[in-house]
């Protein structure tokens, strides 16, 4: 079976070649690259055999759920995690992206593959040699870098899969950040998708419960769009556009780096220089005068507005991009602390979201935070999960099994990470695994880069405020319902109709004025001595 796999990878990997140079610009330097595709296959092709046998031998035998069969398996685990990292760091590009998604993935992934994962991927990406950085300068704007800046620090400020990052002075005195893409990479991208297509394949055919094809289908058709970094400098420049026209009570605490066109192609982007701290960096943000509580409710507040009102969303926030700073000429202070303003980079991958799934992405939050079982079920229902699968949907998108979900008390989605809650969610992804794999099947691959989105955000408010707070969720349920409320004013214009839409948003401000009562009594309590 393996000799037939290995060869059906070669063959896959000529034929992919072939296509790559046959359809490159550069069909000399194209074909240089596909020299190096027979050990990528060939290293795809026994990561994935080794992977396998070590689970088929680790696990034979052993009676499933013993003891002896959970340590044996969490082992197995541990082996392949580091087999799987070392074939994303060896191969590069597009695998570091698939393996900084996995890293994502907690509520399907084992634990050891998303903590492996977690703790390497963006720290560990390539670093191009500064003759490579000028190469793409040459062919993309037909000179070195020290032609078109004052000065440019050779030594990249950060790396990441797809590109890296140099500091640089326009001649006018401007300080910038140029964003510089991996050489070769949109050419060897086109075979790398394919040999990844051919790992998960493998995988899946041996292990029929491991279905990640849906993800292998959105690298592919997300990959060329964030290899695009004109497409990127337009998705900065819309999405601050959205904020000013839809959300423009919260527009001056969201930032993008003003983009230098004149100094930027497909795969350089020039942008300004941004000073600010990185959002996880909690030390740097209290030094900065910022409290914590108030980025990751800025942060939530976001999101909320570009997911539920927008429908164009930032498909990639993780830790990396995104940096706080201090709102720019602002002396404001509440409690002593300065207020936060939100910056975004990387502006690659963004999804749309067509009216109808924005509003029903909407309905189905505005009746998770309010516990509304029925609306719950009936949103699900409407965005793909099924009538028997729309329990575990909602667990998914909060982490929480469906008895916490669906219980009225207010904190009944805050996960506190310092107690047993994530050791939970970790046993609840383990027991409805094959369950999980035919969800995100179902689901529409929209729905799961909103998925992705929100693991992206739990992660950060990890780190801000230690799990997620209920603060974040009233955010959450208040701009979903503000949204929903938006729909009913468009769909119903009659007086009567508009009549218990007021109503209803009177009910809600009542039912949030309720909430702030008891959250505020909830810190008040904890302020007190035990």
């Known amino acids: ?296 409710n800025l942060v939530s507040k976001a999101f909320a507005e570009m997911i539920f009102k927008h429908g164009f969303v930032h498909c990639d926030p993780h830790a990396a991009n995104m940096m706080i700073r201090p709102m720019p000429q602002d002396s404001g202070k509440f409690f002593g602390w300065k207020r936060p303003q939100l910056v975004l980079l990387d502006h690659g991958l963004y999804k749309e979201l067509d009216y109808t799934t924005r509003i029903s992405y909407a309905s189905l939050w505005k009746a998770l935070v309010f516990a509304d079982a029925k609306a719950i079920k009936e949103n699900s229902v409407k965005l793909g999960a099924g009538e028997d699968l729309h329990a575990l949907f909602a667990g998914v998108l909060t982490m929480r099994p469906w008895q916490r979900v669906i219980d009225p008390s207010l904190d009944h989605l805050v996960i506190d990470r310092k107690t047993t809650d994530y050791s939970e969610l970790q046993n609840y992804a383990s027991l409805y695994f094959s369950e999980i794999s035919e969800l995100l099947r179902r689901l529409p691959r929209v729905i799961l880069l909103m998925l992705k989105t929100n693991d992206c955000l739990r992660a950060v408010n990890h780190v801000l405020v230690g799990g997620t707070s209920l603060e974040s969720f009233m955010i959450i349920g208040r701009v979903s319902s503000e949204a929903v409320l938006d729909a009913k004013r468009m769909s119903n214009s009659s007086f009567l109709n508009r009549l218990m839409i007021w109503l209803e948003e009177v009910m809600l401000e009542a039912r949030f004025f309720g909430f702030k009562l008891m959250l505020c009594f909830m810190q008040f309590r904890k302020l007190l001595p035990s």
């Open 1 to 296: 079976m393996w000799r037939r796999a290995v060869t059906a990878a070669l063959s896959l990997g000529a034929g992919a070649g072939a296509v790559a140079v046959a359809s490159s610009e550069d069909p000399a330097a194209t074909l240089k690259v596909c020299t190096h595709l027979p050990p990528r296959l060939l290293r795809d092709s026994v990561t994935a055999a080794t992977i396998a046998a070590d689970y088929k031998w680790s696990l034979w035998g052993l009676e499933p759920g013993t003891p002896a069969w959970q340590s044996a398996k969490h082992d197995a685990h541990l082996r392949s995690a580091n087999r799987l990292q070392e074939l994303c760091f060896r191969n590069g590009g597009i695998y570091i992206k698939l393996g900084q998604h996995i890293a994502q993935l907690e509520y399907v992934v084992p634990e050891e593959y998303v903590q492996t994962m977690r703790e390497s991927m963006l720290k560990r990406c390539p670093v191009s040699s500064y003759e490579e950085v000028r190469g793409v300068f040459a062919k993309d704007l037909g000179e070195s870098p020290e032609t078109f800046f004052a000065e440019f620090d050779p030594v990249p400020l950060a790396s990441a899969s797809l590109a890296q990052v140099h500091a640089a002075r326009t001649h006018d005195g401007q300080k910038v950040a140029v964003k510089v893409q991996h050489d070769h990479l949109t050419d060897t991208s086109v075979v790398d998708i394919a040999t990844v297509d051919l790992l998960v394949n493998a995988l899946h055919y041996i292990f029929p419960t491991f279905d990640y094809r849906w993800l292998v289908d959105e690298v592919r058709e997300s990959a060329p769009k964030e290899l695009d970094f004109l497409n990127e400098a337009k998705n900065s420049e819309k999405c601050l556009d959205n904020f000013r026209r839809l959300s423009p009570h919260i527009a001056g605490s969201i930032y993008a780096p003003k983009v230098y066109w004149n100094l930027s192609t497909s795969r350089i982007l020039t942008m300004e220089f941004m000073d600010a701290k990185e959002v996880t960096d909690v030390h740097g943000i209290k030094a900065s005068g910022i409290h914590p509580v108030d980025v990751s």
